[in-house]
């Protein structure tokens, strides 16, 4: 199994373009989740997603649009990047039938300039 | 609002040290509580994970506690090594909610 993956690793925007953080796990998890991590502030989350078809906001979704056709796939789009939105985005996944044990992604290190 | 704390946040020692690393929590509604590694510049590994209706899980050099009365988890990290430098992240899930929410993590340097 790979596990969580996310791609890029690395992106530098500039303010006010799109981009799609894409997200992939293998384990048929349920659940789904998109964290930015900031120094300081630790880990927030962005948005989350019980099921295909099924997704709702999180701490800090303001900026940021998911959506969730399959099971596998769970991508994060920023609409028009601004410098505020400069972080390491990480995706997880866990699911109810392994006591919700959360698995993470690599991680995306975004820069709006 | 649901918060969790970790103390020490920073903790520098000697090689072959025990460690306990702490973890307290607002909500006494939990379901699971769940220790994470943090590498820099990598992504989360867990480490445990304890089910509310546990006291404590092992693996290896690492025991996880739970005290759902007081709010309180600790991690303890026996013969401690430099390869266990990084930052431990503790965060829980409550009953009441789909998320997770973490704390803002212990950075652990074990020089040699």
């Known amino acids: 199994n790979a596990g969580v993956t996310q791609t890029p690793k690395f992106q530098v925007l500039k303010t006010g373009q799109s981009m799609t953080l894409q997200c992939a796990q293998d384990?048929?998890?349920?659940?789904m989740s998109w964290y930015r991590q900031d120094p300081g502030m630790g880990l927030r989350l962005i948005h989350y997603s019980v099921g295909a078809g099924i997704t709702d906001q999180g701490e800090v979704p303001n900026g940021y649009n998911v959506s969730r056709s399959t099971t596998e796939d769970f991508p994060l789009r920023l609409l028009s990047a601004a410098p505020s939105q400069t972080s390491v985005y990480f995706c997880a996944s866990s699911s109810p039938g392994g006591g919700y044990e959360q698995f993470f992604g690599p991680g995306t290190r975004l820069t709006v300039l | 609002k649901q918060e969790v704390t970790q103390i020490p946040a920073a903790l520098s020692v000697p090689e072959g040290e025990n460690l306990v690393l702490n973890c307290s929590f607002t909500?006494?509604?939990?379901?699971?509580l769940q220790w994470f590694r943090q590498d820099p510049g990598k992504g989360l590994t867990s480490l445990l994970l304890?089910?509310?209706?546990?006291r404590e899980q092992t693996s290896g050099r690492l025991n996880a506690s739970l005290d759902k009365s007081s709010g309180r988890s600790t991690l303890y990290i026996a013969a401690s090594q430099p390869g266990d430098s990084a930052t431990y992240l503790c965060a829980f899930r409550s009953y009441n909610t789909d998320k997770l929410i973490f704390g803002t993590g212990t950075r652990l340097q074990v020089f040699p």
């Open positions: 909500d006494s509604a939990i379901y699971n």
């Open positions: 304890i089910q509310s209706s546990q």
């Open positions: 384990m048929n998890h349920e659940y």
